[in-house]
């Protein structure tokens, strides 16, 4: 039973360029959620996806954007990036109305320079 | 709003030692609380958790406790071994059905043999 995978596992931009992340869930669950942990920091949340739509959000600006597809994977993406948005970005995956824990993938460790 | 404080790491435990890592929140109503462990280079993986007051959460020789009158979710261990180094987060979730993580910052665990 796959978990929650999330590609690519590092990446490195340049200030102002745009990114994209990706995240397939575990098998059997229809939401997820995306997080930013900065180095030596909590992860804080960023979006929840749920029937491809955004159900709640976090404290971001508008240059962070989310999509769910009807297979339920998500992308995560970021514009106009600043060295303040390098951090790991997970992706976490549940299933609605069980009150089922969150599962994490391993993240996505991006670099803006 | 929600917030988790933990104390502040390292903390540092010779094998077979007592663990204790301090965690009190504030959140609105009844949430449920959580204690994840992240590895190096890997995502999180919840630990053990507690829906109400008084409940006792465990696995893998950690255990916390609901504590309301005190806002507080402690995570204990009789006897730390090597394995069990990496970095500890308090999360809570409130019961929005959004399943969406307020996390602390985590405290860092080494235990040396």
């Known amino acids: 039973d796959a978990g929650v995978t999330q590609s690519p596992t590092h990446l490195i931009k340049t200030r102002g360029q745009q990114v994209t992340l990706r995240c397939s869930p575990k098998s059997g669950h229809d939401t997820v959620s995306w997080y930013q942990q900065a180095l030596g920091q909590g992860p804080q949340f960023i979006f929840q996806?749920?029937?491809?739509?955004?159900?709640q959000r976090g404290n971001f600006p508008d240059r962070f954007s989310g999509h769910q597809f009807p297979n339920y994977s998500s992308e995560l993406n970021v514009n106009a990036l600043l060295l303040g948005d390098s951090a790991l970005y997970l992706c976490a995956s549940s299933l609605v109305g069980t009150g089922s824990p969150l599962h994490f993938g391993n993240g996505t460790r991006l670099t803006v320079t | 709003g929600n917030s988790v404080t933990q104390m502040e790491g390292p903390v540092t435990l010779s094998e077979e030692a007592f663990l204790t890592i301090n965690c009190t929140y504030t959140?609105?109503?009844?949430?449920?609380l959580f204690w994840y462990v992240q590895y190096p280079g890997e995502g999180l993986q919840l630990l053990l958790k507690a829906t109400k007051a008084d409940d006792k959460g465990s696995n893998k020789g950690f255990e916390a406790t609901y504590r309301k009158e005190t806002t507080s979710f402690h995570l204990e261990k009789g006897s730390v071994q090597v394995s069990d180094s990496a970095v500890y987060f308090c999360?809570?979730?409130?019961?929005?059905?959004?399943?969406?993580?307020?996390f602390g910052k985590g405290t860092m665990l080494l235990v040396s043999p």
């Open positions: 959140a609105t109503g009844y949430p449920s």
């Open positions: 996806y749920y029937e491809e739509e955004e159900r």
């Open positions: 999360a809570l979730t409130s019961n929005s059905g959004y399943s969406t993580l307020t």
